[in-house]
């Protein structure tokens, strides 16, 4: 068997109880959602870098991922070393509110429908424990892509707000 | 001593350790922020519909509540029955990203000021423990009194999505 193919024992063993497969685009390689497996914060911050976001402090995204809702991993899967090509996670009190943050599609891997599986996935994940409401906020080069999954912006003409602190 | 007056004694007792006074703009009306003081839910919601927001199962908002970084009362003080008259609270994780939601003044108390003392209350409450960036979903209408503010809307051109569970 070749080392992409991925075997249900596999499955649960490196990737959490939770894991479950994501449609590949293609066959000599297997992908993997898991909410569990935990993440290197090096591997995760160079993932997030190669999309645009900038740096964060390691012990303040160490926090941040404990004190996440949801947190989803998208992993290529290998027996020896998976790889960490995509990311979600979400804040909120996990029945009226959640907000999403920090999605990552690796930019090799973009382009073929990965970060459409990623979002129905975190979208399904949030509704499977009842939130019905779900907010984010976008760039400008990615309103298209959520405008066509059925995302809709500023509903009622209201705006987002941003505060730094000094 | 008039009743609308308030002792440190009874600040504590009353509205939690955490409890501070908020400048009035009123000599006979104490006001109070508390992080700390349950709510009645049914005060709570009234409050919240006062301003306009939807109402909402009263199950979902308990365990909402319980899973918030952050919930603020502003209560006008009476030493046998403090009123909730404003509200705001957060989601977020508590380093990295906080969202602000349900801000609310009972329309009665509008006018003078006590939305901005909130917001600041608020804001300084995320600053202390060390949010550096708060986020929220603001109404056409109170646009105008987050900038005021010194809130910034929609940062490099970011927008706002929603997405909601059939």
Known sequence: ???????????????????CQCPSPNKNMSLVFSQTKPFDLIELEQLLQSVGWSQRPMSKVRIALENSLLKVGLWRHDPAFPRLIGFARCTGDGVLEATIWDVAINPIYQ?????????????????DIGVTRITLFADPGVVAFYLSQGWVLEPKGNRCAFWYAN
């Open 1 to 19: 068997m070749s080392s992409c193919c991925l075997t249900q024992k596999e499955l649960l063993e490196i990737y959490g109880k939770d894991a």
């Open 111 to 127: 382009g073929v429908g990965l970060g459409k599986l990623l979002m129905n996935y975190v979208n399904q994940s949030l509704r």
